[in-house]
Every structure is written in C-alpha cells, then in structure tokens.
C-alpha cells in the first residue's frame, strides 16, 4: 500500500511544502506578537496593581485635610501608565501587521508558482485521461461497428435472416365469425 506521500505530484508536494511553510511562519509572528502582548499586560498588570495600592495606602492614611494635594499624584501617575499601555499595545499591532507583511511578501511568489505548477499538472493530467477516455471510447465503438458487421454478414451468407412476413399476407385470415 502506498503511502500518502508517494501518491501525491512532485508539483502538488511543492505546493503543499510551500504552503505549510507560510503558515508555519504566519503562526510563529502571531505567538510572537501574542507573547508581547501577554508580557505588556502582565507589565500593565504589576505596575496598575502598585499604583493603585499606594494610590489606598496614601488615601487611607493621610489625614483627611491633606488628601486632596495627596490624590493629584497619585491619579496622575495612574493616567501615565494607562497611556504607555496603550502606546506599547499599539506598538506591538503595528509590529504584527509588519510581521505579516513581511511573511506574505516572502511566501507569497513561492506559493504562487508552486500553485500554477499544480494548476498546469492538474489540468495536463485531466487532458491525458479524457484523451485516453475518448480513445477507449472510440476503440469500444469500432469493436461494436466491427462485431455487427461481421454478425451482419455472416447472417447474409448464411441465408437466416429471411424476410418475416406481413399479417396481411397471411394465408389464414383468422376467426370471422
């Protein structure tokens, strides 16, 4: 029995290679850029926890007259890491979308050749087998021409394919009664 590899086209197997290449690629950009994204928000995550901890320990324990001038620096402080966590997140977006640019734009000349060579093998392939169907066609019908015309002849020599007669010729005219 022949196994999966051994009964696929060279051109079908460039194709195939071509094309686990490029998701192979694709997928390694894409963790990549998952894993950034995972380390910026674990980052976002310690940092928003630290601020917001000293922001409760700073409006628990200051007297109440000086939590206002005690607030300020603390909500501040909040705001700024909110805009780095952005601007990082926005960053690593911009950096996928160039990892995909970049994947495509070296995969994708490969992966278009190696289509258009399994397009031509497919469609060379085809042609031969309906070339090959129409000449066994052909072969079985001038068997069948061939086998007739013998049969066709044979019966003419041998005389056993009289005329049948016609029921108005026939002698016996059946029951009028």
């Not at 324990?61 to 501040?76: H, I, K, Q, V, Y």
Request: net charge negative.
């Amino acid at each position: 029995m022949n196994s999966f590899v051994e009964t696929i086209s060279p051109a079908a197997k460039n194709h195939l290679e071509a094309r686990i290449d490029y998701f192979s690629d694709l997928t390694l950009a894409a963790l990549q850029s998952v894993r950034q994204l995972s380390d910026v928000n674990l980052q976002f995550g310690r940092d928003w926890l630290q601020a917001s901890t000293e922001a409760c320990r700073t409006a628990l324990l200051t007297p109440p007259g000086e939590r206002s001038t005690a607030d300020a620096p603390g909500a501040d402080q909040l705001m700024q890491k909110v805009q780095d966590w952005q601007q990082q997140v926005n960053q690593i977006a911009t950096d996928f979308q160039a990892s995909v640019n970049q994947v495509v734009q070296q995969h994708a000349p490969q992966a278009a050749r190696t289509a258009s060579e399994l397009a031509a093998a497919v469609t060379q392939k085809a042609a031969a087998q309906a070339d090959q169907h129409l000449r066994n066609q052909t072969a079985v019908a001038k068997e069948i021409h061939d086998q007739s015309r013998q049969f066709a002849n044979m019966a003419a020599q041998n005389g056993s394919m009289a005329q049948p007669a016609s029921m108005q010729s026939a002698e016996d005219k059946g029951n009028k009664n």
